[in-house]
């Protein structure tokens, strides 16, 4: 009599699903140009826990049920990506309240605190010699995204994992 061969769990083909760590290699190009990718010198790819809105939805939600050594292409439009481009999410603020040690200048991304203790996120348009010009949008707000992206581990998130909402080593 011969005995098949029994997989163990760590054996087991694990597909990506809510609650799980996914390490995953990806290229990010947008208008034809290469803006972000896990290959190369310096460059890692993105750990994070599935389920929790770490990566854009539209890659999230493409990325359930694969498997390990899995490649796809995946095209995200604005709205499961940065979001729409807003014409009216600018505002010009006087160059007086920002701090004389910050250096403010176009493309420079600032974190700022409302009154509601809220952070946004806002990038310098422009500046002249009394106001500043920022944009609410994201940089890839109105953007298409078109992600090639490799599975490269996949694992249960710890207890303590799912508790913080992050990653440990
Ligand atoms: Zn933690």
């Not at 498997?67 to 796809?72: E, I, P, T, Y």
């Not at 160059?95 to 990038?123: A, C, Q």
């Amino acid at each position: 009599m011969r005995i098949g061969k029994v997989m163990s769990e760590t054996q087991k083909s694990q597909t990506i699903g809510d609650g799980h760590v996914v390490t995953l290699g990806y290229t990010l190009t947008v208008d034809g140009r290469v803006i972000d990718t896990s290959e190369g010198a310096g460059n890692a790819p993105v750990v994070f826990i599935q389920g929790t809105e770490q990566v854009v939805p539209g890659l999230e939600n493409a990325l359930y049920g694969m498997a390990v050594g899995d490649s796809k292409n995946v095209v995200v439009l604005p709205a499961e990506g940065y979001g729409e481009y807003d014409p009216e999410a600018f505002d010009d603020v006087p160059r007086s309240e920002f701090p004389p040690e910050i250096p403010i200048k176009p493309g420079v991304i600032l974190h700022l605190r409302d009154n509601d203790d809220e952070v946004y996120e806002t990038t310098v348009v422009s500046v002249d010699k009394d106001t500043v010009r920022l944009t609410f949008n994201h940089p890839l707000a109105g953007k298409e995204l078109h992600f090639s992206v490799t599975v490269l581990a996949v694992r249960e998130a710890t207890t303590e994992e799912l508790e913080h909402g992050h990653v440990h080593d």
